[in-house]
């Protein structure tokens, strides 16, 4: 089997598994995964986050997004630019009216919002669809996140939400899929060491 068969198998299975999980035990899945990202002392330090909201199944991390807003953060938002197949983090200042369902439905700014720069961001979200102990992560297929992560500060710890049924022994990984410095899930925080 192909990496790539690989990776698209794990897809499948991992979404389907996600999609089963009852509403109740998700949204008291997100407010544990939220209420720990919140303690983090990198987290609590930056002043400028690049967030993702909830796309399909995924827990709420729209709830990480409305603590930094009123924790008066400068909240990032990516936008997919379909022409250059990247990223671009736009400041959003309000979850309703700042957001419009994007590209494949996943929410995004709105093109009023403006940009963040990449080199500020000084701390990041990264969603995903599975995660292994070594900071593994398997995306939705697109790379869009493997390109943009790269562009940031070395120094911008780059941490996951996930459900703990996320977590696998082993993420097919290729050379230029990026990893993950830490995952929080609703039980624990796993620490990636390398």
Known sequence: MTLRDRKRTLRDSM???????????????????????ESLDAYRQASVVLLTLPYRSEWDAALV???????????AIPRVDRGARMLRPLRIRNLVS????GYRGIPEPRDHCG?????????????????????GRLGYGGGYYDRLLPL???EAPRVAGAFEVQLVD?????????LVDCIVTERRLLTVVR
Do not use: C, M, N
Request: hydrophobic share 50%; glycine share 8%; no cysteine.
């Open 15 to 37: 979404l389907a598994t996600r999609d089963a999980l009852d509403a109740e035990a998700r949204s008291a899945a997100s407010r544990a995964i939220a209420s720990r990202i």
């Open 65 to 75: 997004a409305a603590h930094a807003l009123a924790d008066g953060k400068t909240v």
């Open 98 to 101: 700042d957001i419009e369902p």
């Open 115 to 135: 940009s963040v720069a990449v080199e500020s961001i000084e701390w990041v979200l990264v969603p995903g669809v599975a995660f292994d102990a070594g900071g």
């Open 152 to 154: 940031l500060s070395g």
């Open 170 to 178: 082993a993420v097919p990984a290729a050379p230029h899929d990026v």
